[in-house]
């Protein structure tokens, strides 16, 4: 699913115009993006939680080369979903 796709939705599911829901959908993800840069936790409950987390510096290697490379720390987003959620999809897989 697109954020198209999710704009889509909110037309035909809300009845805002297509240019609003649009907005609507980019005004969520800056939202999100705001949050995680200012270091904050995005917490939806039910869905599950964003965070930002500092991966380590490690050790990897070229694949073409074998050659070992440092590969320097830096910031990610983690996404932990909610039991709620991960109990919803596994069901979906059992039907």
Same mark, same amino acid.
């Given at each position: 699913? +697109?954020?198209? %796709?999710?704009?889509?939705?909110i037309?035909?599911?809300?009845? !805002? ?5 649009? =907005?609507?959908? #980019?005004?969520?993800? %800056? ?9 904050? =936790?995005? $917490?939806?409950?039910? !869905?599950? &939680?964003? $965070?930002? +987390?500092?991966?380590?510096?490690? &050790?990897?290697? #070229?694949?073409? +080369?074998?050659?070992?490379? +440092? ?7 983690? !996404?932990?979903?909610?039991? !709620?959620l ?7 897989? =059992? %039907?």
């Open positions: 699913m +697109t954020k198209k %796709d999710l704009a889509g939705v037309y035909s599911e809300i009845g !805002f115009s297509r240019r609003e829901s649009a =907005e609507i959908v #980019n005004f969520f993800f %800056d939202l999100i993006i705001e949050k995680l840069r200012s270091g904050e =936790e995005v $917490k939806l409950p039910g !869905f599950g &939680i964003f $965070k930002v +987390t500092r991966r380590k510096s490690r &050790i990897g290697r #070229n694949p073409s +080369t074998g050659e070992e490379v +440092t590969i320097p720390s830096r910031l990610t987003v983690v !996404f932990k979903p909610s039991r !709620f991960r109990k919803k999809v596994d069901q979906k897989r =059992e %039907d």
